[in-house]
């Protein structure tokens, strides 16, 4: 065993980072300055739901797959956010929908049988956490996972799952397209919704599964619950967020915008670091998420170069 070295998968955090897009940026105020004062103190308002940080279940969900009240931050094990992990390549385009085929293959890419994911931690790198950035290319155009990756993820039970995306399911089975009741079906970039868009560029019948009304028109209701039937019985509305949904609702923890030095270590198994803020009735937390791995064993690639904002 060679020498361990800890390896960075957080972005950075500060006042003009990307956020999501109905987000208010944070606010960072200096309350006592050091000429003053003799003393520096910030005070920080923030969503958690900012830069590299976990999903808690009560965040998406009032009960999970058994009928309990979904857990907050505080509910969860420490445990649950760290473990032994496995970072697979996932390779898609832009926009693209991530389902069980994408995984199977980045599985078998990595020699690697996804049997022996249960208790494990899964992270999950597309790519997209190179762009990471305030622009449509991270948050519009963002590949993404849904229903089936979340049937693939219920499958095989690992504790937690990290990606390395501006969430954990497709920016259309998100509020940033036609889902939930804040649901904003943002402009892209001609101008038109970013749902017209993608029905120009794949069709109505791809663009289905992620609204539920245009997939019972076009499909049809059996067809419907068959495939969303499990959220729909617990209470949820089928395709919004449902891979958030699939995970938190089996206890799964999941973090978003994985991010930092990933790069050095796809394709790699390591151990995971992750610690939550200890937040009672937490809906979520920002976090540190970070790789112990050999330092022989990591992907010669440089050091990551924030280039956004004033970073």
Request: hydrophobic fraction near 35%; proline fraction near 5%; charge should be negative.
């Amino acid at each position: 065993m060679g020498k361990k070295v800890f390896v960075d998968l957080s972005h950075p955090f500060g006042a003009d980072i990307p956020l999501w897009p109905y987000f208010n940026k944070p606010v960072i105020d200096t309350m006592h300055g050091q000429a003053k004062s003799g003393v520096l103190s910030q005070k920080v308002t923030v969503v958690m739901h900012a830069a590299t940080h976990a999903d808690s279940p009560r965040h998406v969900m009032e009960r999970d797959f058994n009928g309990v009240r979904a857990r907050y931050t505080h509910e969860l094990a420490i445990d649950a956010y760290c473990g032994t992990a496995i970072c697979l390549d996932v390779k898609c385009e832009a926009w693209e929908l991530i389902t069980d085929k994408h995984l199977d293959d980045a599985c078998k890419r990595a020699n690697f049988d996804p049997k022996e994911l249960k208790g494990m931690v899964l992270c999950l790198r597309t790519g997209t956490h190179l762009l990471y950035d305030d622009s449509k290319d991270y948050y519009h155009y963002s590949p993404g996972t849904g229903l089936k990756a979340g049937q693939w993820i219920e499958k095989y039970m690992p504790k937690c799952v990290a990606m390395d995306m501006q969430a954990l399911d497709h920016p259309l089975h998100t509020a940033m397209g036609k889902n939930g009741p804040t649901q904003m079906n943002l402009p892209g970039r001609t101008g038109r919704p970013i749902t017209q868009e993608y029905i120009d560029k794949y069709g109505t019948e791809a663009y289905a599964w992620f609204d539920r009304e245009v997939f019972i028109q076009t499909f049809g209701m059996d067809k419907y619950m068959a495939e969303y039937g499990k959220l729909e019985k617990a209470g949820e509305w089928g395709t919004w967020e449902p891979c958030h949904k699939y995970m938190m609702g089996n206890g799964i923890v999941g973090i978003e915008n994985l991010g930092g030095d990933l790069e050095k270590v796809v394709g790699k198994r390591f151990q995971f670091w992750c610690f939550p803020i200890r937040w009672y009735m937490g809906d979520g937390t920002m976090v540190r998420a970070v790789a112990e791995i050999d330092e022989a064993d990591l992907n010669p690639v440089p050091d990551r170069v924030y280039k956004y904002g004033c970073i």
